[in-house]
């Protein structure tokens, strides 16, 4: 269907908008919001990154009213809109409401940019193309940054700066996923020749990016999505050159930041000045590589031709598999020669272990068994961990089992796992439809689902936005373009109004109750007074959360309110029984007479806590 220029116009205010908002985001910790005390930015990036979208979202479906929805985009939202329900609904059996309530908002902005992105698409020619191309720009701050806290560290760098290359995102796993999503849109800006050169550079700082950060989940998702690109897209020539010139100019940089010692060193010293000289070398570097991009593709334009005529034998699947078998085999033998526990650097990245994974999916999957159906609530999974975890470290408190089907499995049982499935399902009918024309989108999608068998996107706004959005391009994509009813239309725009709304309270009350909650946290640290006051009026802000409980219990026991104390964490343990820091703070604030039956109860729940550790009034999450 034709828009009309005005109509035009306003879809690419919105998409650039929607892009903007991701790349704030991104910038602000990437809205990842782990529900302890003090909150972060993150928290606060969530929320109104949850109030902003779904705003867009009611501005892009009111601009795509005249269009049919087909099939796939109405089975992913049908499906995605279901799991945000079960999601909700599992508030009420989960054994930690509020996370269970932050669990909902996160897949709740999940479905904003799925929504929002189907409904951009269908106003826009091209729609995989043009929306992989503006994530691989939106990129470019957040990739800036990053790399910045390296060059310019007494600028950029975070306090708790760590050689896994992690701002601003704060997470080196997920700022590596948001630097592979720029493979689709730069492929795409190398089959132009005027734009081939930017499209290099930046995909040689988000090569240099995944190098830094260390991460092996990324460099998997990186693979994916490089080989969607080149085997999907057109211009493959062009495409392997921009990518050989990418590689050539990334290499030089990534060395010196993998080997030298002030950017490697465990920890990082807190005085970024003594980083300054290593800093502005990389820096140096950095320049010199984005040249070596800007002017390598034409000289490896030939090799880029020939590597091409190669790919399209059908002996060439067979070939690369062969070698990525023997590259497989041999990271094995150097990685028992380097180490198997390396953290940092390089030899993290060929470490063979699992970081404690396979231990997290027994705990999931044992999480399952117990309430197979239902799940065991969203946001439930630290307690599982805590439940079923063979021995008590309380320095690893994981949130997630790294493990995406595990998780949904472990929180949301059956039910939870086959929405996701459903919705998963409606994506491929999408791409298939769409076919070829679905691949740059499709690039970002698969190096999300990669990277999620291993690692944490589901929970990172900053990585869930973009792979949603795309979602929502390819079953835009796979629709059959025709018009819809006037009255179709508004009954649609109704329906996502009133979920907005929805969304948009759910994220500023839950956000507000957070921030009440750390400001009792903070006082109660200088003026446990004054913090136990502000603790008792948040823990009404927030009636699901025990936080303002155990730290007005906590600033109580401190003025020597024995009973007052004991009282809060009684009205812990009766907001959440079924969790473990609840009776923790009641072992901690009660007389003797009542500490032996909270002591018996917490075991059970933490059946291999630390018993040296002494009792706390601490969330522990």
Not at 78 to 90: D, I, K, P, Q, Y
Not at 179 to 208: K, Y
Not at 269 to 276: E, H, N, Q, T, V
Not at 425 to 435: E, P
Request: glycine fraction near 10%.
């Amino acid at each position: 269907m034709t828009l009309s220029a005005q109509d035009a116009r306003v879809v690419i205010w919105l998409s650039v908008l929607a892009l903007a908002g991701w790349t704030v985001l991104s910038m602000t910790h990437g809205g990842i919001d782990l529900g302890r005390l003090p909150v972060g930015a993150g928290a606060t990036a969530l929320a109104w990154g949850l109030v902003g979208g779904s705003a867009l979202t009611v501005a892009a479906v009111v601009r795509s009213r005249r269009q049919a929805w087909g099939g796939p985009l109405m089975l992913a939202v049908a499906a995605m809109g279901a799991l945000v329900a079960w999601s909700a609904l599992s508030i009420a059996w989960a054994p930690a409401p509020d996370r269970a309530w932050l669990a909902t908002n996160r897949v709740a902005i999940g479905l904003a940019a799925l929504v929002t992105g189907a409904a951009l698409a269908m106003a826009t020619r091209d729609p995989a193309r043009r929306f992989a191309i503006g994530v691989a720009i939106a990129a470019v701050p957040v990739l800036a940054w990053a790399l910045g806290s390296r060059v310019v560290p007494e600028l950029l760098a975070p306090i708790d700066d760590a050689p896994r290359l992690a701002a601003p995102i704060g997470h080196a796993n997920t700022l590596a996923l948001v630097a592979v999503f720029v493979v689709p849109g730069t492929l795409c800006l190398a089959s132009q020749r005027r734009w081939r050169q930017a499209g290099a550079i930046i995909l040689m700082l988000g090569l240099l990016v995944v190098a830094m950060s260390g991460s092996r989940s990324g460099i998997l998702a990186l693979g994916a999505a490089i080989a969607v690109g080149l085997w999907l897209q057109a211009d493959r020539p062009a495409m392997l050159g921009a990518l050989g010139a990418a590689v050539f100019g990334a290499v030089p940089a990534a060395v010196y930041a993998l080997a030298a010692g002030p950017l490697t060193t465990e920890p990082v010293l807190g005085d970024p000045a003594g980083r300054r000289g290593a800093g502005l070398v990389l820096g140096g570097l950095i320049i010199v590589g984005a040249a070596i991009a800007a002017t390598m593709g034409d000289p490896l334009a030939p090799a880029a031709r020939r590597v091409a005529r190669w790919l399209d034998r059908p002996a060439a699947g067979r070939i690369v598999l062969a070698a990525t078998g023997v590259a497989i085999v041999g990271g094995i033998a150097l990685a028992a020669l380097v180490g198997r526990n390396a953290n940092t650097g390089a030899k993290h990245v060929i470490s063979l272990s699992s970081n404690n994974r396979t231990a997290w999916w027994g705990q999931a999957w044992r999480g399952f068994l117990d309430a197979p159906i239902v799940g065991n609530g969203a946001g439930s999974f630290p307690l599982t961990h805590i439940a079923e975890r063979a021995v008590a470290n309380e320095n690893l408190q994981v949130r997630q089992p790294h493990q995406l089907g595990l998780e949904l499995m472990s929180e949301l049982g059956l039910v939870g796992l086959l929405l996701g499935l459903t919705a998963l399902a409606a994506v491929a009918w999408g791409a298939r439809r769409a076919g070829r024309a679905a691949a740059p989108a499709l690039g970002i999608v698969l190096a999300f689902l990669v990277q999620a068998q291993l690692d944490i996107p589901w929970t990172s706004p900053a990585a869930t936005i973009p792979a949603m959005g795309a979602a929502g391009v390819i079953v835009a994509m796979g629709a059959r373009p025709q018009a819809t009813s006037h009255a179709v239309g508004l009954v649609r725009i109704g329906v996502v109004a009133v979920v907005a709304v929805g969304a948009c309270v759910s994220a500023l009350v839950l956000w507000h109750g957070e921030r009440r909650a750390t400001d009792a946290d903070l006082a109660a640290a200088a003026d446990p007074a004054r913090g136990a006051a502000l603790a008792h009026s948040a823990a009404g802000s927030a009636p699901l959360s025990i936080g303002p409980l155990l730290v007005e219990a906590r600033a109580l026991a401190s003025l020597g309110d024995r009973s007052g104390a004991t009282s809060a964490a009684r009205r812990a343990v009766d907001r959440q029984p079924d969790n473990p820091f609840a009776w923790e703070c009641l072992v901690a604030v009660a007389d003797t007479a009542q500490r032996a039956g909270a002591v018996q109860r917490w075991t059970r729940l933490d059946p291999h806590r630390d018993t040296t550790r002494v009792a706390t009034c601490q969330p522990g999450w």
